[in-house]
């Protein structure tokens, strides 16, 4: 089945500032990659996603970028802000099984 | 926002009781995923349906669980004797079909605690 990498487990960022994580990922059939943000003691949240016909995709502060040659998929919150501290996931659609995920990221926004 | 309804949010048991939770689909999916995720994050993927046929399940789920979504009437995940090991976040996804890129709302979730 399909294996999500994801890095780094941990995120410490300065307010404002920008903080990227990446993903990758193995079966190469895989076409749907979203995101999903989970805050303590609450459901994972989706934020954003991008389909495999797309390499870019952008929503007010999320940027995420795709590259199906090196199966590779990343998210970068840019001027971070105290709100974004969270666990993050990436994952990946498999066929049979819905979506595979990351690990996760717990991203840490300070002053 | 998720339109996926879980019940209950929060479940505690002892060991060797059953624990059944239950999720209302959104309006019009015919297809309905369960996950786990463990308190190291971890999502395990435990079985899905559509309509009201399984679709794929993991061998634990076959042997421990009791799962089902009758028309109708709540998809339901059922442990028969809970164990430590269970205590988890059960996460119930609904879409309009597998395979091709679908997105999964998840519903609220059920916090299971098995002491």
């Known amino acids: 089945g399909e294996q999500v990498e994801q890095l780094p487990s941990i995120l410490r960022v300065q307010e404002g500032s920008s903080a990227s994580i990446n993903c990758s990922y193995e079966?190469?059939?895989?076409?749907?990659f979203p995101w999903y943000k989970q805050e303590p003691g609450e459901n994972p949240k989706l934020i954003i996603d991008?389909?495999?016909?797309?390499e870019r995709k952008q929503i007010q502060e999320l940027i995420v970028l795709l590259d199906k040659k090196a199966k590779r998929f990343s998210l970068h919150i840019t001027d971070t802000q105290p709100g974004d501290s969270a666990m993050y996931f990436c994952?990946?659609?498999?066929?049979?099984?819905?979506?595979?995920f990351g690990l996760g990221t717990r991203v840490s926004v300070f002053p | 926002n998720s339109k996926v309804i879980q019940t209950p949010r929060y479940l505690v048991k002892g060991q060797g009781q059953k624990a059944k939770m239950r999720c209302i689909p959104e309006?019009?999916?015919?297809?309905v995923f369960w996950y786990q995720q463990n308190k190291n994050n971890e999502f395990k993927f435990l079985i899905n349906?559509?309509?009201?046929?399984?679709?794929?399940q993991i061998d634990m789920t076959e042997k421990r669980f009791s799962a089902e979504c009758p028309s109708n009437s709540p998809c339901s995940l059922e442990i028969q004797s809970s164990e430590a090991g269970d205590s988890a976040l059960y996460l119930c996804?609904?879409?309009?079909?597998?395979?091709?890129?679908?997105?999964?709302?998840f519903g609220s979730g059920t916090r299971l605690t098995v002491l």
């Open positions: 996804a609904s879409s309009l079909e597998t395979g091709s890129a679908e997105t999964l709302y």
């Open positions: 079966d190469s059939a895989s076409n749907y």
């Open positions: 991008i389909r495999s016909n797309m």
């Open positions: 994952a990946a659609s498999n066929y049979a099984q819905g979506l595979t």
């Open positions: 309006k019009g999916h015919p297809v």
């Open positions: 349906f559509q309509n009201q046929e399984v679709l794929q």
